[in-house]
């Protein structure tokens, strides 16, 4: 088994731990603090329950004794693909109170997805609801069982069937670990996925805590806050800006809402007097547009956050008018650096920027495509490094190479410029994929699948602008022979065991792709001239 690791050069470490980012703190020891502080106080509402934060570390406890009683061991990896309820936090504070590895994967992950995440985290345990939205993650465990033979373990809330439910998982006196090393890997994420399938993020309980600490005290989050994971809750946004580990923090509720929507999230608001949530940006225009019809009172809301992808400033601006409530944008990443407009900035930052860095020792660079510094308030690309700023994907060498520089700066990929304030504007992404509602699609992932079908010969995937979703997928297809279906494409890629929002929106066929004297054109060129021929084209027909 690969070790996990995730490490700073020695004299930032000792740095970090001086200013006071790395305190030596635990994830499950931020909620056997918050227990013991105020056990009797209401810790987390969802469909399946409402626990105080007794009950909740309770819970956590007999699902970590019962985890080692089934055969996991501290250091195994176990993927978890759990909607937003409560069960979440008990399932996830119960893995790190067992020292195991959380390796979060999102609702909408299918067979190809999961698989590779079993396989490259060499996990062993998979924990799945019974159903959710209509689908039956029982029959994914069974798909995922056959592939990965590692895959020992699987854990079911609700109806287990052949598996082990969560709720009959063995009881009695096990020894639990002691705490792990703050130093140590707690978990990892997925990336974004810009180039194929997800890479996988090692955070650390150092570096990570401190990121949501930090953030819930720029957010002004305190223990009367009642926060709402809006978005699906393994998204690092809701996860950690300040998001639900934020809130356990500092001793405030958590509301799991099962759906974004707003008839279902305004519900969740006036109910649980919600006070601060975070939004995508064509949600937040979808809660504009029906905030004006409502029958909810959600006036208890009081900090809207925006982020995953940019918001456009005259949207930006209709927020208070229509919600009622402030606006936080937000600008970050599963990797590391997270930025935050301030809840008291004037509204020209606010609405005009993506923010500025946690930390004073966030250390960003704006460079030109040779590496070189642009002049100041110019567009660059967006190189960082610090305190929770990951040095390296999981035993991923290629990817180092291409992500990281040969002094630790992280390549986001994202082109910024800089305000005279310090505040971040994001202008758009340098890598070839598709920001869709939040969601990051890789345009080389679907292609390759696009070229498995036979008949394809030829498929470019391109980002297109579009006013609800952001961006959209659109596949540019040569038929090798009798031009296909679009729908038969489409059913196509979902057979393949993707998430359906990397199934294309359009599909737009070809006859060849333009190519320069030798035959050859770069995939970024291509794509980049096929996307500009679409929109021309868009634009003629309106």
Partial sequence: MQPLRQTWPQHLAVLYREK????????????????????????????????????????????????????????????????????????????????????????????????????????????????????????????????VTTLRHVFVVGEAEEFIGLDDLPAGEVALPVDPSPESVAFLQISGGSTGLSKLIPRTHDDYIYSFRASAEICGMTPDTVFMASLPVAHNFPMSSPGIFGAIYVGARVVMCPSPNPETAFHWIEKERVTMTGLVPPLALLWMQAAGRTTFDISSLDVLQVGGAKF?????????????????????????????????????????????????????LIVDDMGQPVPAGERGLLLTRGPYTIRAYHNDPSANQRAFTADGYYRTGDIVRMTPEGYLVVEGRAGDHINRAGEKISAEEIEDHLLAHPGVFDAAVVAIPDPYLGERSCAFVIPDGPKPATADLKAFIRGRGLAEFKVPDQIVFAESFETTAVGKVSRKVLRQRLREALLSREQEEV
């Fill in 20 to 147: 006071g980012y790395w305190r030596g703190e635990t994830m499950f020891g931020v909620l056997r603090t918050a227990a013991a502080a105020a056990p009797d106080k209401l810790a987390v509402v969802g469909t399946d329950g409402r626990w105080t934060y007794r009950e909740l570390h309770e819970r956590a406890e007999r699902i970590a004794r019962g985890l080692i009683a089934a055969g996991l061991t501290p250091g195994d990896r176990v993927v978890v693909q759990l909607p937003n309820c409560a069960a979440f936090l008990s399932v996830v504070f119960g893995l790190f109170r067992a020292g195991l590895i959380p390796v979060f994967s999102l609702s909408a992950h299918r067979e190809t997805e999961i698989a590779h995440f079993l396989r490259g985290a060499e996990a062993v345990g998979y924990i799945v609801p019974d159903r959710h939205g209509g689908f039956d993650y029982r029959e994914l465990a069974r798909k995922v069982k056959q592939q």
């Fill in 312 to 364: 456009a400033p005259e949207a930006a601006r209709r927020v208070s008018s229509t919600l009622r409530c402030r606006l936080q944008q937000v600008f970050g990443m599963a990797e590391g650096l997270v930025n935050y407009t301030r809840l008291d900035d004037p509204e020209d930052l606010v609405t005009e920027t993506q923010g500025r860095p946690i930390s004073p020792d966030d250390e960003i």
